[in-house]
């Protein structure tokens, strides 16, 4: 029994080395509060339209708004399923979204969302190799959007998220924490009849999330985000497949605020059916997301969605850029 407790006790030691290691390395200096936070994967973003617009994704509309604002969709006309590859200094996400449209009701999806983080070698004091850590995030979420009156949208997220660590060798099977969370968000649009809309949102809403017992949890990273967008093509044409779209954001935590980020990203795209779009963005001060600019493109040819992003920002610790983020959408 000794040896099992002293092996539990090697493994949580382990665990609690890795998720510091992945805070530290996530983090940047603006960021310090996040070491307290449990979940900081849900930080991170998704999307090759986010990345490329510099994460100022809550006042924009689209099936991506789902990880951002989930008042975004409410103005989707059209069934779909998306689906988004990408790689970060946490891991490899991919992310699918199946999104369903009634007349009259609104907008509902489904996404699902699998970050692995990676593997690490469990050893024990004398630096005998043990097992293997895995470390998997798993973020399960329901959206449902709808349009209300005076160019008023609503939208609410309810997610189921789960953080898991396994153990594959002598060791125990590892651990688990779950947790249910919320994002709630609104938009104004055509705010004193010009092309701007107003918009936010508070994300990752809930109950601490915690590993092994009340006193080891740990709060979740909510954030509020405010955000203007603003078509400006529309003070040169009257043509709705021309649109340039300058976007500000704010963020900060909910709790314990001061260390607010700011996002800014712009949109230019010609088409309808078919279209293409060029995007960039800047981040000042992002959490788990380095600072610097990012661009991608867009194109849309009959049913079907493309988008490619990648972030020029570079990390210190590996000295490297982001890899190339993509999604792909297809409507049916």
């Known amino acids: 029994m000794s040896d099992r407790r002293a092996k539990r006790g090697g493994l949580l030691r382990a665990l609690g080395a890795t998720a510091l290691m992945l805070a530290a390395g996530m983090s940047p200096l603006q960021g310090q509060g996040t070491a307290q936070e449990g979940g900081l994967f849900l930080l991170l973003p998704t999307g090759a339209r986010g990345v ?36 970060d200094l946490a891991g490899d996400a991919t992310s699918i979204t199946a999104q369903f449209v009634r007349s009259g009701l609104g907008v509902l999806s489904f996404s699902y969302q699998l970050t692995d983080v990676g593997d690490q070698i469990y050893t024990d004091d004398q630096q005998n190799e043990l097992g293997v850590i895995s470390h998997r995030n798993h973020v399960g979420v329901l959206t449902a959007a709808s349009e209300l009156i005076g160019g008023l949208a609503a939208g609410v997220n309810l997610k189921l998220v789960q953080q898991r660590f396994t153990c594959r060798g002598e060791c125990d099977p590892g651990v688990t924490a779950t947790s249910v969370v919320v994002d709630a968000g609104v938009q104004w649009d055509h705010v004193f009849d010009l092309p ?35 078509d400006v093509a529309r003070h040169f044409v009257d043509t709705p497949e021309l649109k340039a779209v300058l976007t500000v954001e704010r963020e900060d935590r909910w709790h314990d605020g001061g260390s607010a980020a700011t996002y800014i990203g712009t ?26 600019a990012a661009v991608g493109v867009g194109i849309r040819y009959d049913r079907i969605d493309l988008g490619i ?12 850029s982001e890899p190339v983020q993509v999604t792909l959408g297809v409507l049916f």
């Not at 951002?68 to 590859?85: L, M, T, Y």
């Not at 949109?267 to 997301?289: C, I, N, P, T």
């Open 309 to 320: 992003a990648k972030s020029l920002a570079t990390t210190t610790l590996a000295g490297e």
């Open 267 to 292: 949109e230019l795209g010609a088409g309808s059916d078919q279209a293409l779009f060029v995007r960039a963005g800047y981040v000042f001060g992002g959490e788990l997301q380095l600072d610097g």
């Open 52 to 87: 490329a617009m510099g994460r100022a994704m809550t006042a924009m509309k689209g099936p991506e708004t789902v990880w951002w604002n989930p008042a975004g969709i409410a103005s989707e006309s059209e069934r779909r399923f998306q689906v988004h590859r990408g790689e």
């Open 196 to 230: 701007l809309r107003l918009a936010a949102t508070v994300a990752h809403a809930g109950p601490r999330i915690q590993f092994f017992n009340e006193g080891q949890s740990d709060p979740l990273p909510t954030r509020y985000r405010l955000a203007a967008a603003y």
